[in-house]
């Protein structure tokens, strides 16, 4: 049974960049690692989320090999059509009832529509998962609080490699003049901030 709802706010969960290549421990990332562990909390937040009748969208990266961000140090991943630029495995996604969205760049808001989509369904607020915290996570979060929406990052729920990095970006974060628009918490804390 469905627990109503006590916060003013109707969240939507984006779960961020969790893709084939990202995830695959046979051509594996710095992250790689970390993000599988990632796998099972986001599960769970995704279960609650559904439980609840809450937006779960996966925002992935769509990227063309000739991209600009590729000029840089970055290699081509992720790449638009490709097998490696889908959700990875393991993760509990149902296209029946779960939106994604494939990016163009690191936010989930670049070009995507998820603006429209998130003011369509009457969400207020944005719960973010996913890799990397320093990168797609950071720009997502800071793009959410652009569009008005508030936003939970959540620290247990994100990487980023190596891990003292996804520490640091949390700890510049934890106490913040947005707050409580942008907020740091664990995929635990959810209940006592949505219920």
């Known amino acids: 049974m469905n627990r109503q709802n006590q916060s003013a706010d109707k969240p939507a969960l984006i779960i961020v960049d969790m893709v084939k290549d990202n995830l695959n421990p046979d051509h594996p990332f710095p992250i790689t690692p ?4 990632l796998i099972s909390p986001i599960n769970t937040l995704i279960d609650m989320f559904r439980k609840q009748a809450w937006p779960v969208v996966f925002s992935t990266d769509a990227f063309h090999e000739d991209d600009f961000i590729f000029r840089g140090r970055m290699k081509p ?3 638009a059509g490709t097998r490696g630029a889908e959700i990875a495995d393991g993760l509990d ?3 029946e009832i779960d939106t994604w969205l494939p990016k163009p760049r690191f936010s989930a808001f670049f070009q995507t ?3 429209d989509i998130l003011n369509e369904q009457k969400v207020t607020l944005c719960a973010v998962a996913g890799i990397a915290t320093n990168f797609c996570i950071l720009t997502t979060v800071m793009d959410a609080l652009c569009h008005d929406f508030k936003v939970i990052l959540l ?3 994100t990487a980023a490699s190596p891990e003292s990095i996804h520490e640091k970006m949390l700890s510049i974060y934890r ?3 947005l707050y409580p628009l942008l907020q740091i918490a664990s995929a635990k804390d959810m209940n006592k901030l949505l219920f």
């Open 34 to 37: 970390l993000a599988m562990q």
């Open 93 to 95: 996604y149902r296209p």
């Open 77 to 79: 991943h992720s790449l």
């Open 175 to 177: 106490r913040n003049p």
């Open 155 to 157: 620290e247990d729920c």
């Open 113 to 115: 529509g998820l603006e």
